[in-house]
C-alpha cells in the first residue's frame, strides 16, 4: 500500500487495503500507519448486500474520508460524498449556491451540501424585504453565509447579507469518539451519524410547526414536486 502524503480531508477519495473483517465492519490500510475503520453502515448503495459480499481480505477499494480525528484515526465511507460534506460546514462559512425554490417566508439555496439551505426573509438583505421574490429568483446565483446548523433534522439556514455580528447560535457537534484499537473497532458499531450531533432545546410549538412546514416543501422540492 502506498503511503498516503499530505493531510486527509473530510471528502477526499483514497485507496486502500482491506486488512481485517469483522461483524461491523472493515480495518483498511490507507498508507497513514495506521488502519482506517469502514463501517458496515458506510456501504452506500450497497447497503443491502452482506458485507462480506462487497468487500474481501487483501482486496483494494476505492473510499472517501468520512471523518477525522487529531489523533490520526480516520473512518471511510464507501458512499461519494457531496461536493461540500456536512462536517465542514461551520457558521460563519461563505458558499455560492443557486436558489431553487422561493416560498413566503424564503428561499432555498443549493450550495452543493447534501440538502439544500433556507434563507429567511428576513436574511435575505439589511433593508426590509416585503417578499423574497424581490430580492431573488429561481435559478439565481447567490453568495450565502451560514448563521445556523442543526444536526436534526440537517438544517441549515443561510443569511445573504453582509457579514456582520450575529445573534444565531451554532449547534455544537460532538466529535465521533472512533475505535483506537481492532478490538475496540468490533466490539460496537459506530454511532449514528445524526444521534451524535447534539441537540438544540426543545423550541416553542409554534416554531416547530413552522419547521415542519419548512421541512414537508424541502422534501417536495427534493423530490422535484
Known amino acids: 500500500m502506498a503511503e498516503q502524503t499530505g493531510a486527509l480531508t473530510v471528502g477526499a477519495e483514497v485507496m486502500g487495503t482491506v486488512r481485517h473483517l469483522g461483524i461491523y465492519g472493515a480495518l483498511v490500510d490507507i498508507g497513514t500507519g495506521q488502519d482506517a475503520l469502514l463501517h458496515i453502515s458506510q456501504l452506500g448503495e ?19 474520508v468520512y471523518r477525522t480525528r487529531k489523533d490520526g484515526h480516520v473512518a471511510l465511507t464507501m458512499d461519494k460524498p457531496p461536493a461540500v460534506p456536512w462536517q465542514t460546514i461551520k457558521r460563519g462559512n461563505t458558499y455560492t449556491g443557486q436558489v431553487i425554490r422561493i416560498e413566503d417566508f424564503g428561499v432555498f439555496v443549493d450550495f452543493g451540501a447534501e440538502r439544500p439551505g433556507m434563507v429567511h426573509v428576513s436574511e435575505m ?8 421574490s424581490d430580492v431573488a429568483s429561481v435559478g439565481q446565483e447567490v453568495q450565502v453565509r451560514v448563521i445556523k446548523k442543526n444536526g436534526r433534522p440537517r438544517q441549515i439556514d443561510l443569511s445573504m447579507k453582509p457579514a456582520v455580528a450575529e445573534a444565531a447560535i451554532e449547534v455544537e457537534e460532538e466529535e465521533e469518539d ?7 473497532a468490533f466490539q460496537r458499531p459506530m454511532r449514528n451519524d445524526e444521534a451524535e450531533e447534539a441537540l438544540e432545546s426543545q423550541p416553542q410549538n409554534s416554531r ?4 415542519e412546514e419548512q421541512e414537508e416543501i424541502l422534501q417536495r422540492t427534493l423530490r422535484g414536486a
Not at 450497497?46 to 472517501?64: G, N, T
Not at 472512533?178 to 475496540?184: E, G, H, R, S
Open 46 to 64: 450497497k447497503e443491502d448486500r452482506k458485507f462480506e459480499e462487497v468487500l474481501q481480505p487483501s482486496a483494494e477499494i476505492r473510499a472517501y
Open 178 to 184: 472512533l475505535p483506537t484499537a481492532m478490538a475496540q
Open 208 to 211: 416547530n410547526s413552522h419547521r
Open 125 to 132: 438583505a439589511d433593508d426590509f424585504v416585503k417578499s423574497p
